[in-house]
């Protein structure tokens, strides 16, 4: 995979076919890029898990903090990395000795860990570099031509890329906690 262009159908693949989504480096400060990702994701319908031990059995937007991947009491679909390259290897291999594994790592706008990418490929996992979901699924979702970004879609139609129709919410009406 060439990490530095993905094909919109990769993105849009991976954004389509996950719906559980543990969060590492998730931030109560709410003008923390972290926080409102989490918000976002969670608007759109993901059921977003935040993982920092420093906020660990604590609640944010709704959800409860884990301490580590390893405490999470579920399966997860995809690791979204918050935090530095260096310990983006760290987090991939906690991801990675998992059962069952996640489908997909997501490394964060600025963080790019090629060994970890390596290693989590190796494993048959999907992985993306140094990109945002949310700014990913406002440009495959045509959010961002309401806004006047180039979203790269032309249609007179709501694009959908998530199962539960949570799609152009846009905080509208959305319950603030």
Excluded at 34 to 48: A, H, I, N, P, W
Excluded at 104 to 127: F, H, K, P, S, T
Excluded at 151 to 169: E, N, Y
């Amino acid at each position: 995979m060439n990490h530095d262009d993905y094909p919109a159908d990769y993105i849009r693949s991976i954004l389509q076919s996950v719906k559980t989504i543990a969060l590492v480096g998730a931030s109560s400060n709410e003008v923390r890029p972290s926080y409102f990702v989490l918000k976002y994701l969670l608007d759109k319908g993901y059921d977003v898990i935040p993982v920092n031990p420093g906020l660990a059995g604590q609640t944010l937007l709704g959800q409860t903090v884990y301490p580590s991947l390893k405490d999470i009491p579920k399966p997860i679909d995809m690791v979204d990395i918050f935090r530095n390259s260096e310990m983006a290897a760290q987090i991939t291999e906690e991801a990675l000795a998992l059962v069952p594994p996640p489908k997909v790592i997501w490394m964060q706008l600025g963080v790019r860990n090629d060994d970890a990418a390596a290693r989590a490929e190796a494993a048959g996992l999907q992985v993306v570099m140094n990109r945002c979901p949310k700014m990913e699924y406002g440009k495959l979702s045509g959010e961002w031509a309401w806004v006047g970004g180039n979203s790269g879609i032309i249609s007179s139609r709501k694009q959908t890329l998530h199962a539960s129709g949570k799609v152009q919410s846009l905080g509208i009406g959305a319950k603030v906690y």
